[in-house]
């Protein structure tokens, strides 16, 4: 399988980041169940140092929200639609990015 690529950063709405999202789960394949989702302040941190995700792979994802409220948003309805883990906010308001990743044994929630 080759690696999914990565978005451009730029600001997203909620909309506009969940079609993202799902249409890159969909192209690296599984089940939405499988990934896990979160927000952060620094979401390279979180994903490569903390939650081990390994970055040759491209099974992973994030964005900069536009808002604190608009990820929050994105989180609660892709764990309500679409049955994704979710996981705690890593920072305080400035939370901006939204990240998931496809949860394998190699990695850590």
Not at 5 to 24: T, Y
Not at 47 to 63: A, E, I, M, N, S
Request: some cysteine.
């Amino acid at each position: 399988m080759l690696p999914c690529p990565q978005m451009e950063p730029h600001d997203f709405n909620s909309a506009q980041a969940s079609l993202q999202l799902i249409d890159h789960i969909d192209r690296c394949g599984g089940v939405y169940s499988d990934w896990y989702v979160g927000m952060t302040n620094d979401p390279e941190r979180l994903l490569f140092d903390y939650h081990l995700v390994d970055k040759r792979d491209g099974q992973y994802f994030y964005c900069r929200m536009s808002t604190y409220h608009e990820a929050r948003f994105m989180i609660e309805h892709l764990s309500t639609v679409y049955r994704v883990h979710v996981g705690p906010v890593y920072g305080g308001a400035d939370a901006l990015y939204v990240y998931a990743f496809k949860m394998t044994t190699t990695t850590r929630e």
